[in-house]
């Protein structure tokens, strides 16, 4: 294997999700839990200027930098620059990689418990979630669908990328049972490292899993000056991966008034009332819950 | 009265309290909600940009920044100069102040519920308090021992100041059930002043109401190089207003090691795991329940 780095465990690319941060910390201080058989983990705290001032970015949110073409036109901002230095020290991005898995751990303050994020051009990555699911049956898996070349999540850097992400919990402080549940999701995830190197995944088998794929985000109720003018109905609050059906209530307006969801048929809901969308006015994700089969 | 302000609400004293900011919205386009027989509130979006970065302030907690000290010095920063502007403007903060009561709207990521914060100088707004808890019996009475000069919040500007604070919420989203308790709070609130000035409010006898008084905030635990090594213990968290005993779980390392309570006495907790004070690394306040009898 040439690979330079087998394995990064990555907090703080988005600044005020302290249990990703304060993971790597204890992780640092304990570099046992980061060592298996056949790698030690290195780690990283992706923008340490962010994490400084308890913010979810400077200037671009850094987890939304890592496209090709991002990567390849002249940064136009701080996260812009940060990303493609992070994509020279670990990348390049694409399958000549220094890096073969990289880790990223995220915090929501969506009740959303633990889930998987992974992308549909990193099957081994499905294969790792599946993993982790089978310890930790309460994980949910989230399959985006980007390609390699549009997906903007920092660990795409790596050939694999993973991104681990908790909720509920503000943006800005700590709760044990969050930091927790990031740890042993993590632990899995570099134990399924382990024993893929050791040969004791078995690969060839088809296998089956429930995801919940993304489809697009709502947005808040607005006002006509586009001001944020309503919030998530209360009916729905925390009620992420549960279904929502036409004319049940989605939204409510600060004036008490109901709005209800007017698609066309059932959908599933994540990212419920997550802080990190209100800057582009966004109230939730709609998700379709779908049983995936795969093999390689 | 000579009064040119009888009534200011204010929100977005902390600019990612969102709370606060969208009530203030619903009620310039709902005037009649601000409205009694004796007065029309005014209302005040407070920190315009913290509010637009959805940061709680720019250089200084703009709710540290009414001390007779800072008013009367040159600013030092923004939220300085911001305070000695809404001084000039709603003061000067004393006997003469141009308004006689300021309603600022807060909110905390501890499980606090409503809570109405009234200083030991202002009696009426005590007064105000204990109203406002006869219509909502589950609010709390949080009680602060500054002298007016020394009082550091925005609401002391006015003769009478009040501050209420509904938790537990994350910075920088809104949710109905908070933003109800809140609604409501105000409007209490605002009876209060009405049947004040009608006469209808028993000021003569003495009455007598159960507080929690600030005593001190302790700090999250700290490694040798002043980095936060620990958190609020699962036990403790969401446990505002609830008793702590010596001996009893406080926080935990984020190694999993507990940290027990080494104070001499039991006493009450409150701002359990508020996100604001991480960056002085507290992790609670410690207050003393006690039954407060006071007349005019």
């Known amino acids: 294997m040439a690979s330079l780095n087998r394995v990064v465990v ?3 690319t988005h600044g005020n999700e302290k249990t990703g941060v ?3 910390h204890r992780l640092q201080n304990n570099p046992q839990e980061l060592t298996r058989e056949s790698f030690t983990a290195q780690t990283l ?10 913010c979810r970015y400077l200037e671009q949110d850094l987890n939304r930098c890592f496209t090709d073409e991002l990567l390849s036109e002249a940064a136009a901002n701080k996260e812009q620059a940060l990303a493609q230095a992070i994509n020279r020290q670990f990348g390049p991005k694409g399958p000549d990689s220094k890096t073969e898995w ?10 959303m418990g633990i889930t998987l994020v992974v992308q549909q051009h990193d099957p081994i990555a499905l294969d790792m979630a599946h993993y982790v699911q089978q310890k930790l049956p309460e994980a949910v898996i989230f399959y985006e669908n980007n390609t390699s070349a549009a997906d903007p999540f920092l660990c795409s850097v790596a050939r694999h990328g993973f991104l681990i992400e908790v ?7 700590l709760r044990w049972e969050i930091f927790e ?8 995830s570099l134990d399924f490292i382990e024993r893929l190197d050791a040969g004791e995944i078995d690969l060839e088998s088809p296998r089956e899993a429930e995801v919940f794929q993304f489809v697009e985000k709502l947005h808040l109720p607005r006002n006509t000056a586009g001001e944020i003018s309503g919030m998530v109905h209360p009916d729905l609050q925390d009620k992420d991966y549960h279904q929502l059906k036409p004319g049940e209530p989605l939204f409510i307006l600060d004036t008490g008034q109901t709005i209800p969801f007017d698609g066309p048929e059932p959908v599933h809901v994540a990212f419920v009332n997550e802080a990190a969308y209100y800057d582009q006015a ?11 089969s795969w093999k390689h």
């Open 102 to 111: 990289m880790i990223d751990l995220h915090t929501t303050t969506a009740n």
């Open 282 to 292: 966004y109230g939730l994700s709609i998700m379709r819950k779908r049983s995936l």
């Open 167 to 173: 909720g509920p919990i503000p943006q800005g402080l």
């Open 10 to 12: 990555v907090g703080g």
């Open 22 to 24: 304060q993971l790597i």
């Open 181 to 188: 549940q990031t740890r042993q999701a993590l632990s899995h």
């Open 45 to 54: 705290l992706a923008n340490e200027a962010a994490i400084a001032r308890n």
